[in-house]
């Protein structure tokens, strides 16, 4: 199923579009702290007689369930059930809050997951998103699914050290890892990643952080930091250095370049192998 994620605006940008007829075709999600804004809203929605495709929403932007404005189960169910509702083939979904950075972003990410989709890029996207991590997992857990506070955690500090390096000028990447891979960087035991060199792969630099996830489990994430990028002229050549061997998690350059042509085939092509640094994702969660 084809579905549309136009991503996120602010509360006075939808208002606006409302004026100029937009979002007609538009599921929309819109979660405003505003009563101005709610009231403006609304009735631009009723004289556009678009109310069954906008779901109008209000609570405040902060992390802890104390808090009494806080989202609240009641309000994620009925987010969740609002969205079900109207899923189909090449439905286009919007989200919008007052900041269209933190709640709508939320929102954003819990429905693409729900869907089946990878949220992870929004998460590290710090220069647009923040995504409120209690908004999150309530959607979340209204579509079924439960985050345990680790995951919880995970997801906040990853928020961290995204904004981190984007502060310091520095890019973060994401990728994808099968079990075995993701649980050798998790523990240490593989302190290098080899990939084709692709367009992906040439915007990596030392500094930059990147987070992989393990495929088919999104909350299995681990970030690291790249300390060095080399590149060669094929697997075979890189391999030839005894240091990506060993920090690859390989016994054998022989073994390395096996499974690497299996997945990847024999035609030789430029490669690069990234040297990782997890310490920054193992401190912050011993935090």
Request: with cysteine.
């Amino acid at each position: 199923m084809i579905r549309h994620f136009l991503g996120t605006t602010t509360t006075e940008q939808f208002l606006d579009g409302l004026h100029f007829g937009l979002y007609r075709n538009v599921v929309s999600v819109v979660v405003t702290s505003d009563c101005s804004y709610a009231m403006g809203i609304q009735e631009s929605v009723e004289r556009l007689g678009i109310e069954e495709s906008v779901f109008l929403a209000s609570f405040d932007d902060v992390a802890d369930v104390a808090c009494p404005g806080a989202i609240d189960e009641e309000e994620a169910r009925a987010i969740y059930e609002f969205l079900i509702s109207h899923d189909g083939e090449g439905v286009e979904y919007l989200f919008a809050c007052d900041g269209s950075v933190s709640r709508s972003s939320a929102m954003l990410c819990a429905w693409m997951r729900l869907c089946g989709e990878d949220d992870l890029s929004i998460w590290v996207d710090a220069a647009n998103y923040a995504p409120n991590v209690l908004v999150y997992s309530r959607v979340l857990a209204a579509g079924g699914v439960q985050l345990t506070r680790a995951n919880v955690r995970d997801r906040e500090l990853l928020k961290k050290l995204s904004f981190a390096r984007m502060i310091v000028g520095r890019r973060v990447h994401t990728m994808h890892l099968l079990g075995e891979p993701w649980d050798k960087i998790a523990n240490g035991a593989k302190r290098c990643e080899l990939r084709r060199l692709d367009a992906k792969r040439k915007g990596v630099s030392a500094g930059d952080l990147v987070v992989f996830s393990r495929i088919g489990s999104p909350d299995d994430i681990v970030a690291a930091d790249v300390r060095e990028c080399r590149t060669a002229a094929s697997f075979e050549e890189l391999l030839r250095d005894e240091g990506v061997v060993s920090a690859s998690g390989f016994r054998t350059a022989k073994e390395a370049l096996a499974e690497l042509e299996g997945i990847y085939g024999e035609d030789s092509c430029p490669v690069v192998a990234l040297f990782l640094d997890t310490s920054c994702w193992a401190h912050g969660r011993d935090e």
